[in-house]
């Protein structure tokens, strides 16, 4: 059983080793380790005051006999033991509190600083009335009065009352930490930011509900100053206790593990990412490899068609007559094709080759004055809508670049398609922002919409609505390359016939 106590001591001081990533690490990690040091303490208070063996399915515990857990504790007096109880109970609340502004707030109000200091007070309130000298002070006070007189009777309710005040107060400040966290499932709008909180939320809430019923509740409970006042004794009818919490604690534990670890680990929780799926990415690393072997072999065959072109044309200048300019014209335009065949073969040797990075601060909008001065032929009947402010992010700027130029051209080649309706005017959307840590470029076209079937097949290599043969079907497979690169994820939406919307996101600077 203490060994699911150390469970959460270990992984809170991994958790606070990322304390340079941010304030949230910080607070996760406390209350995590908050949380072990109240178990321990529940687990030291059974063993002072019980006799039992715990049987479940991940455990067989005797908690009447030492361990070498137990020694942690065993050396506190009952004063310093109930203490550490109360502390670790009154700081897991304090830790869930900042871990939930920090989580849900970019910066915090007035009324953040006020509901802040609010249970600060509270928080001070609590130490003092449940202080082992407090209480002690009040079983004096008792024992002054005679038993079942009315002022004894009226001294208990007003015992029983505090202690139902302090337990309902700290259910609501829970409640609050649970709702601020879940909060942002139904107000981000980054879907990676709603699907976290989703993960932080309900795994917080699985850990709330088991400290409530574990350390508020029961005969075991932290806030006992009815039975101290009383009897002196820190747990209510000596000597039963509950057990039956303790025994699912483990199942409960794995769950809040998965459910933290999937958000750290997938939807950059703490600053981690791991976007995609591995089988994407094994197809893509594959048909890398495919297209690096196949280049070289055809970058020279071509380099031979041209080279041959070109003698041909040198011989034939010398020669005056029509039939030999209209060969020449014939010659010189298939010598431009393999040029342009050879840019391609460049283009794709780039884009499948090692991805080689150059991060410096820049922002969404240097990256996208870039890209549209290159494409300017090919966007002069476009009409382009930039909104929003500018956003600084860390990454390469030339592979960044290219990405844009990616999703340019292909909204310009759906847009392509629509051309021929009536009174059709093509448009390019473009909106930077920021969402909590998160920065975001999202392009939208009204273009001719991508088919529902085909949405999770666009990052495949090789994958290509386009019917000419100048599309190697490379283009997105490379954008997904290099966003994941950077750390960052791309979501797309498209409504067949209306139009598409590309989002990238990635962590913002400053």
């Known amino acids: 059983m203490t060994s699911i106590a150390f469970l959460f001591l270990a992984f809170a001081i991994l958790i606070m080793a990322r304390v340079p990533r941010g304030r949230q690490a910080f607070w996760l990690g406390l209350s995590l380790f908050a949380f072990g040091c109240s178990f321990l303490g529940l687990i030291g208070l059974i063993s002072r005051f019980g006799n039992y063996?715990?049987?479940?399915?991940?455990?067989?515990?005797?908690?009447?006999?030492?361990?070498?857990?137990?020694?942690?504790?065993?050396?506190?007096?009952?004063?310093?033991?109930?203490?550490?109880?109360?502390?670790?109970?009154?700081?897991?609340?304090?830790?869930?509190?900042?871990?939930?502004?920090?989580?849900?707030?970019?910066?915090?109000?007035?009324?953040?600083?006020?509901?802040?200091?609010?249970?600060?007070?509270?928080?001070?309130?609590?130490?003092?009335?449940?202080?082992?000298?407090?209480?002690?002070?009040?079983?004096?006070?008792?024992?002054?009065?005679?038993a079942a007189s009315a002022a004894r009777i009226q001294w208990e309710n007003g015992l029983h009352l505090l202690d139902g005040l302090a337990f309902c107060v700290i259910v609501a400040i829970l409640i609050y930490v649970v709702w601020l966290i879940l909060g942002l499932y139904f107000k981000a709008k980054l879907i990676q930011k709603r699907v976290q909180a989703l993960f932080i939320g309900t795994g917080n809430s699985i850990l709330s509900g088991f400290f409530v019923a574990l350390f508020c509740m029961g005969r075991g409970k932290v806030l006992n100053m009815h039975s101290m006042a009383t009897t002196l004794l820190p747990v209510s009818n000596y000597p039963e206790f509950e057990t039956t919490l303790l025994k699912a604690l483990p199942i409960a534990s794995v769950l809040i593990l998965i459910f933290v670890l999937l958000a750290i680990l997938r939807y950059g929780f703490l600053s981690s990412w791991q976007t995609v799926t591995h089988g994407l990415d094994q197809q893509i690393k594959l048909a890398n490899q495919a297209v690096r072997i196949t280049l070289h072999s055809y970058k020279n065959r071509f380099l031979a068609v041209k080279m041959a072109l070109d003698m041909a044309e040198g011989s034939l200048k010398e020669v005056k007559d029509e039939a030999a300019q209209r060969a020449i014209t014939q010659i010189r335009w298939a010598s431009d094709l393999s040029q342009e065949a050879l840019n391609q073969l460049d283009v794709l040797h780039v884009q499948a080759g090692r991805l080689n990075l150059n991060p410096q601060c820049i922002t969404w909008k240097e990256i996208w004055d870039e890209a549209v001065s290159r494409l300017t032929p090919r966007l002069s009947s476009v009409k382009l809508v930039l909104s929003n402010g500018n956003v600084s992010i860390w990454g390469d700027r030339e592979h960044l670049i290219t990405v844009l130029e990616n999703l340019i051209q292909n909204s310009l080649d759906a847009m392509f398609d629509n051309s021929k309706k009536d009174n059709y005017h093509p448009e390019i959307r473009v909106e930077i922002g920021r969402e909590f840590e998160w920065s975001f470029f999202r392009i939208t076209d009204n273009g001719s919409g991508i088919p529902r079937k085909e949405l999770r097949e666009i990052f495949q290599p090789f994958h290509t609505t386009k019917p000419t043969k100048n599309n190697w079907g490379m283009g997105l497979a490379y954008c997904h390359r290099v966003i994941k690169a950077h750390r960052g994820f791309i979501n797309v939406r498209s409504l067949l016939g209306e139009g598409t919307t590309v989002e990238i996101v990635m962590r913002s600077i400053g």
């Open 53 to 146: 063996q715990l049987e479940g399915i991940f455990l067989r515990v005797p908690l009447d006999q030492p361990n070498w857990a137990w020694q942690i504790l065993a050396h506190l007096s009952l004063y310093e033991f109930m203490r550490f109880r109360l502390w670790s109970m009154l700081g897991y609340l304090v830790a869930q509190l900042g871990l939930a502004l920090s989580y849900s707030r970019e910066r915090l109000t007035k009324t953040d600083w006020l509901i802040g200091g609010l249970v600060g007070v509270i928080v001070l309130l609590i130490l003092w009335y449940y202080d082992p000298e407090h209480l002690f002070s009040l079983y004096k006070k008792g024992t002054l009065l005679t």
